[in-house]
């Protein structure tokens, strides 16, 4: 089993009680094998750490999407928190080589499995939390989380802005929008789109992006901000 010191430089802390990283990387078939070495395994601080990590990525999601709807966000937390994006972050910092299990999970894949690492990584942020506190636990997980983070942000927004378009339209009885590339610029590793969203033969707007899914983010922005803008009751 690796050093759990070389686990505590990637997770940038240093725990004041290291027993309790330690039975965060206890697997329960560990306990059944060797239950004089670990009595108790890291099923417990798993449970902590699910809660802890909902409600830092929840804040997260909440301040980050300011528009997005509750069920749009919760779509997003369950995306962030199940087990396979779990298991990626927890295989990425090699939480895998530090678990203590019993021989018989091990000889099975043990170290590699999804339901073991996502556990783990669990059971390691409620580590944090009972040593140092929920702000040292929010700053580990949201550095552990960061390209999955960026990836949600960006996909929820992008999922906002053409969502309400669409059911503003649909609302108004218009024809759904679709959007077209009209320009594409720079060389194959810079390059910018340009995308114009229409409803029917009408021209609602375009947007200008890195990507055509942040180009049509940009275009339904700006249509639906051009729509509701001429909603609003002229001042006389």
Known sequence: MADPTALEKILGISFNNAQLLEQALVHSSFVNENPTQAPRSNERPEFLGDAVLGLIIAEELYWSIPDASEGELTNLRAALVRGSTLA????SIGIGDH??????????????????????LEAVIAAVFLDQGFAAARECTL????TELHRAINQGIEINYKSRLQKFIQEKGGELPVYYVIRTEGPAHNRSFTVEVRSGNAILSNGTGKSKKLAETEAARYALDKLLSQEQPQST
């Not at 990626?88 to 295989?91: C, G, P, T, V």
């Not at 678990?99 to 783990?120: I, S, V």
């Not at 550095?143 to 960061?146: H, I, N, P, W």
């Open 99 to 120: 678990l203590r299990m019993g021989k018989g999970e091990e000889a099975n894949g043990g170290r590699d499995k999804t339901t073991n690492l996502a556990g783990a």
């Open 143 to 146: 550095r552990l989380f960061r």
């Open 88 to 91: 990626r972050i927890a295989r």
